[in-house]
């Protein structure tokens, strides 16, 4: 920094070195005694030093001020130091019209998102009603193709309840209701919606009732367990699926085609398919992504386990209910 303000004063010490020595010259030739150059130009050097010094002590307290300033939001950069120069207050007037333009593109993008969130919501309600209608007409007729449209209407409704969660996954307004309830109430709840697939597949399910009380959100815990369970049948061809719970980890273990150990890393991250996706042709890599970040949102842990051609087990922990009152 003193390097900074020699060099920001280098014009005065430059002036004061060649007045120096313009006087030096002139009186030499007048034969006068450099004594009397030599004691003003100390003197003059003196305050020369002492206006540096002074320099350099406001440019670090101003230094000291900006680097607390730059660990706030841009938003709240409003009180700067107090300008000195034409051109410090020129720079001012920039970062405050630059300031006013970021916070007029912020509140345009906020309303186009709200705009655009509010819409989705609306379109994912209303595609409810036809959903539903769609599965009454269905039940009167008991056909094979009845079932399967039965299954591909479910899989439409789920594709839907998808999208809601992803709308609301970072909402401010998101309805997280913990309490206790039994964990067989939604197993059960998830396994009476899937029994047509588990019919027409001939998985078989392997599942006693757990009677056991956990303390969390029953909604978006249902939505994981369908999810897990819906992925389990999508990528199991023959075989089964077991339902068990341990020591508050509900474990969900199929006998599929497994999940190649390149992929378990990235299995929960967005949009991230893996191999058994890209050959599906029908996977979004979204599921697991929502289960991850419901899981976390409801303090709980998910794990997948998996063998290539042998099977997967996803594993939930239940028992951390620590902070819930962050959420």
Known sequence: MIRSVVWENRSIILLFAVSVLIFSIVFFFYGIPLEAVFYPALLTGVIILLYVGYAFYKRKRKHAELLEMAKLPGQLMTRFPHNESMLEEDYQNIIHALQKEEMNAENDWNHR????????????????????????????????????????????????????????????????????????DIIKENIKKLAPQFIRKKIALVYEPIHIQVLSDEKWLSFVIEQILSNALKYTNSGSITITM?????????????????????????SYTGYNGRSDKKASGIGLYLCKQIMTKLNHTIEIRSVVNEGTEVLLDLSRKENLTQL
Request: proline letters at 2%; aromatic letters at 10%.
């Open 113 to 184: 998102y709200q705009d655009m969130l509010d819409y989705y919501t609306t379109w994912a309600h209303q595609i409810k009603t036809p959903i539903a209608s769609m599965r009454l007409l269905l039940q009167e007729e008991d056909s094979d193709d009845a079932r399967r449209l039965n299954e591909e209407v479910m899989r439409i409704e789920q594709y839907v309840n998808m999208v809601l969660a992803f709308l609301r996954l970072d909402s401010t307004s998101t309805d997280y209701v913990f309490r206790h309830f039994d964990m067989d």
């Open 246 to 270: 341990k020591d508050m980890v509900l474990s969900i273990k199929d006998t599929g085609i497994g999940i190649a150990r390149e992929d378990l890393p990235r299995v929960f991250e967005k």
